[in-house]
């Protein structure tokens, strides 16, 4: 089968032009910036317990159950304020 000289451009030419109907480059995402807030109430820990003046070991075990609450309650806020930090 023959070929006939001009079907080879034109046919390159009718492809070039079907590009040319493409539309721009595709737009580019918009990003937004959200600024992270954290909550007030993670951002205070229990205050720490007063040491008993006179103490018998009742008052030190509670003392020191009172200080450890104090100090689970902070890692507990902490861990909080992690999650919602990307």
Do not use: F
Not at 7 to 25: D, E, M, R
Not at 47 to 67: F, G, K, N
């Amino acid at each position: 089968m023959h070929q006939r000289p001009m079907a080879v451009p034109a046919a390159l030419l009718s492809l070039l032009c079907l590009t040319g109907c493409a539309g721009g480059p595709p737009a580019a995402p918009r990003v937004e910036v959200v600024r992270m807030t954290v909550p007030a109430a993670l951002l205070s820990c229990q205050p720490a317990p007063v040491p008993p003046a006179m103490a018998d070991d009742r008052d030190l075990a509670r003392y020191i159950l009172a200080l450890s609450d104090a100090g689970d309650d902070c890692r507990d806020r902490l861990s909080r304020v992690r999650e919602l930090s990307p």
